[in-house]
């Protein structure tokens, strides 16, 4: 099983639509969690840390459920923006290190 | 705040060459620096780990005498890719962090590297 699994989409979705996105970690003693958004040929950039407790910031909206292992993000209102490469990235705190899934790909059309 | 550089942005070498790219932290002082690639359609790989004063750790199955890291202040860390070879081309991150590993990373904007 791989250390961090997202879905590769591409999820294709109109302006103004709803999106979700899932992800499994197989690291039960991961404590950190955060989901970057990737442009094409350009670095990682933070869009936010996942807590416990779920968090919102804006359009987005990340959950973790840790008895399921998965961490989830949700986009409402999609724009053309957010047109982008979303990663979730897991802590393995056994090996001190992060660990970034292959990326969900989100394409919002006009 | 927190502004990771990276230089250069694309590289084009010949095979063989080595190619150095330094990342460095602008405006905070960084005491953990780690090293990417990510190959085209890939998630970003770790290659190492970096603390300043001290040796870098490597992910396994990196060469640490090909890849060649220096971490000799709190704001500048070196990623020499010796005998480069076509192989090696890929999109190179560095990141870095305040302070241990639960803080935040911050990217720099990356290292295109080409071998010929």
């Known amino acids: 099983r791989k250390e961090v699994e997202q879905d590769p989409g591409p999820f294709n979705v109109p302006e103004g639509a709803t999106v979700a996105f899932n992800c499994t970690y197989s690291?039960?003693?991961?404590?950190?969690f955060f989901w970057y958004r990737q442009d094409c040929r350009k670095e990682p950039k933070l869009l936010m840390s996942v807590y416990s407790s779920g968090n919102e910031d804006g359009r987005f909206t990340a959950q973790l459920n840790r008895a399921s292992q998965y961490i989830s993000l949700l986009i409402r209102d999609s724009k053309l923006s957010d047109s982008a490469t979303y990663l979730c990235v897991v802590n393995m705190p056994s090996f001190q290190k992060l660990v970034f899934g292959t990326g969900t790909r989100l394409l919002v059309s006009p | 705040g927190a502004v990771v550089s990276q230089h250069p942005s694309w590289v084009i070498c010949k095979s063989g060459t080595s190619v150095k790219i330094e990342c460095r932290s602008l405006d905070f002082q960084a005491t953990t620096m780690f090293w990417y690639r990510q190959f085209p359609k890939q998630s970003l790989m770790l290659m190492a780990t970096?603390?300043?004063?001290?040796?870098?750790?490597?992910e396994q199955g990196v060469e640490k005498d090909k890849f060649l890291i220096n971490h000799a202040s709190l704001t500048l860390s070196t990623l020499t890719v010796t005998s480069a070879h076509p192989e090696d081309s890929s999109f190179y991150i560095c990141?870095?962090?305040?302070?241990?590993?639960?803080?935040?990373?911050?990217f720099g904007p990356g290292t295109r590297l080409t071998v010929l």
């Open positions: 690291n039960s003693a991961s404590q950190s």
């Open positions: 970096s603390n300043e004063g001290s040796k870098a750790t490597y």
């Open positions: 990141s870095a962090t305040l302070g241990g590993l639960e803080d935040t990373q911050y």
